[in-house]
C-alpha cells in the first residue's frame, strides 16, 4: 500500500482508526513519512499555520490566497511551493499531491472550501469557527460519514492538558452539580456601520470572486476587505472566541450528547431555549454588546443548565452589573488592567458554578482555578479520563495516518459550532427560539429558521 493511497482510505468517522492486514506497517509509515499539507489561507489566522505545520514535521507542498498582497510574506518563506489564488484549481492540478489541508479564510468560505476538499478526499483542519452558520456545520458533520478523512477544527485549547484535566474534573461530579454556566469576553462588537456605496476597481492582487465565495455578489470596495464586522463574512465573537471559551462546559457537560437524539423521541428533552439581549438588532453588522442565555435540557443524570454568555466592552458589562455577578461569583475583583503585569487576565473567561465548588478557565480553556481557593488547595485529583494529546496539529496529523480521531473533529465541533450559531440567530429575533438539534430546526419561529442557512450565490454550493 503506497503512501498516498494509505492517507485516501484512513477511516476517521467511526473509532477514527485504520484496520491494516500488516499492522507494523503503520507504525513504520508514521514513523517514516509526511503528510503533503496545502495551506488555505495563509495571512492573519492562516499565519499560525505558516509555522505549525513544518514545525510538525510535514510538507508544505502548495499554498493558497486570493489575496496576493497580504500572503506575500508566507508565499516568499516557501519558495519550493506552488502557489495559487483559487482553492479549486489547485485541488483539480495538484490533487495527487496533497494529502491535507488546513484552511484559514475568512469565516464566510470556511464551509465551501473544507467541503471541497472533504469531497476531494484530503484531510482537513480548519480554523475555528467551523462554520458561517448552522447549516454548513451540520454539512460538513454530515460529510465526515460519508468521506474518509481526518478532521479537526482549531480550537487549540482542545489538545491542553489544562482542558483535559478540567474535563475529567467536571466529569466525575467533583464540582457536584453543574446548573449554572457563565462565559464571558470584552471584545464587543462594531454596532451599527453604514454599507460601503459604490465601487471601486478590483485590486490586480486580489481574486474577488474567491474571496466573496458563496456570499451575495456586489462590486468591490475595499471596506469589505474589512470582514469581521460584516455579517455576510464573520460571526462575531461568537465564532471567534466562543468556539474557544464554550469548549470546555459543551464538552465537560455533555451537551453534545443533545446531537445524538433519536429525532422520533420526546422533543422537550432535547430542545434546547435561546434568548439574547443586544444593543440593537442589526441585519449586516454585529451588536455592540449581546448577552445570550441557553437553557440546555437534562442529559442522561446531568441536570438542566444555563449557559450564559456576555459580550461587551468593559464599560457595557459594567453598567449593566455583568461584571459584578461575576465578580461575586469569583470573590475577587476581576483584573481588566495591566497594572500587575498579567495584561488583562479576566478580559475572557468561563465560570462552570456547582453545588460543591467553581470553576474558572480562560478564554482558551488552557488553564483553570478551581473556587473557592481555601477549600481546593490541597487538591490533587482527579483521574485522567481523557487521553494525552501530542498537541492540537500533531493529534490532527496522527489522525491522518490512520490514527484515533482527533478531539475536535467534525464531529463534535460540527454540533458546538451550532449552538454558538444559534446565538447569532438569537440575535437578530425579538423573543426567545426554541432549536431541535435531532432536526437541525427551530421550531416556534419561521424567521428565525430561516436564519440557520444562507442562499449560497451562482456558482457556488455545498
Known amino acids: ?15 477514527g482508526l485504520l484496520i491494516l492486514r ?10 517514516n513519512e509526511k503528510v503533503n499539507v496545502a495551506l488555505i489561507g495563509v495571512s492573519g489566522r492562516g499565519s499560525w499555520f505558516v509555522r505549525a505545520i513544518p514545525e510538525v514535521g510535514q510538507n508544505v507542498v502548495a499554498l493558497c490566497d486570493a489575496n496576493e498582497r497580504r500572503a506575500a510574506e508566507a508565499f516568499a518563506k516557501f519558495p519550493q511551493a506552488r502557489k495559487y489564488r483559487d482553492f479549486r484549481k489547485m485541488l483539480d492540478e495538484m490533487g495527487k499531491q496533497i494529502d491535507a489541508v488546513t484552511v484559514a479564510t475568512p469565516d464566510n468560505t470556511h464551509a465551501i472550501i473544507s467541503m471541497t ?9 480548519c480554523e475555528k469557527p467551523l462554520t458561517h452558520d448552522v447549516a454548513e456545520a451540520r454539512a460538513l458533520r454530515d460529510a465526515l460519514a ?13 489538545a491542553s492538558p489544562g482542558f483535559r484535566r478540567a474535563v475529567a474534573i467536571i ?39 474567491v474571496w466573496l465565495g458563496p456570499a451575495a455578489e456586489r462590486p468591490f470596495h475595499e471596506e469589505w476587505l474589512k470582514w469581521h464586522g460584516w455579517r455576510d463574512f464573520a460571526t462575531g465573537n461568537l465564532g471567534n472566541w466562543a468556539s474557544h471559551t464554550n469548549n470546555l462546559a459543551f464538552k465537560a457537560l455533555k451537551i453534545d450528547s443533545l446531537w445524538k437524539a433519536d429525532a422520533s423521541g420526546d422533543l422537550s428533552k432535547r430542545q434546547i431555549r435561546v434568548q439574547a439581549e443586544v444593543s440593537g438588532i442589526h441585519k449586516n453588522t454585529f451588536p455592540k454588546w449581546e448577552t445570550v442565555h441557553w437553557q440546555i435540557p437534562a442529559r442522561g443524570d446531568l441536570p438542566p443548565v444555563q449557559l450564559n454568555w456576555y459580550n461587551s466592552g468593559g464599560d457595557a458589562m459594567e453598567k449593566n452589573g455583568i461584571r459584578g455577578q461575576i465578580e461575586k461569583l469569583l470573590g475577587r475583583r476581576m483584573d481588566w488592567t495591566t497594572e500587575d503585569g498579567n495584561e488583562w487576565r479576566d478580559w475572557a473567561g468561563i465560570l462552570l458554578v456547582g453545588q460543591k465548588g467553581l470553576l474558572y478557565s480562560n478564554a482558551h480553556n488552557t488553564e ?39 478531539m475536535s473533529n467534525f464531529t463534535y465541533s460540527g454540533p458546538l459550532t451550532e449552538l454558538n450559531m444559534l446565538g447569532n440567530v438569537a440575535t437578530q429575533i425579538e423573543g426567545a427560539i426554541e432549536y431541535d438539534p435531532a432536526t437541525m430546526k427551530i421550531t416556534n419561529n419561521a424567521v428565525a429558521d430561516g436564519l440557520l442557512r444562507r442562499e449560497y450565490r451562482k456558482g457556488w454550493a455545498l
Open 1 to 15: 500500500m503506497n503512501r498516498r493511497r494509505f492517507l485516501r482510505n484512513t477511516a476517521l468517522s467511526g473509532s
Open 22 to 31: 500488516n499492522s507494523a506497517s503503520a507504525g513504520t509509515y508514521q514513523a
Open 117 to 125: 476538499a472533504m469531497k476531494a478526499g484530503k484531510h482537513v483542519l
Open 146 to 158: 460519508k468521506y474518509s478523512v481526518a478532521t479537526q477544527m482549531g480550537n487549540q485549547g482542545t
Open 171 to 209: 466529569q466525575q461530579g467533583l464540582l457536584g452539580e453543574v446548573r449554572e454556566v457563565h462565559a464571558w469576553n470584552t471584545g464587543g462588537g462594531s454596532g451599527e456601520r453604514p454599507l460601503p456605496k459604490g465601487s471601486q476597481p478590483i485590486p490586480d492582487y486580489l481574486d474577488w470572486d
Open 368 to 406: 483553570f482555578t478551581l473556587l473557592p481557593a481555601e477549600k481546593f488547595k490541597d487538591f490533587k485529583g482527579p483521574e485522567e479520563s481523557l487521553p494525552r494529546s501530542r498537541g492540537h496539529e500533531r493529534e490532527w496529523i496522527d489522525a491522518c495516518k490512520g490514527g484515533p480521531a482527533a
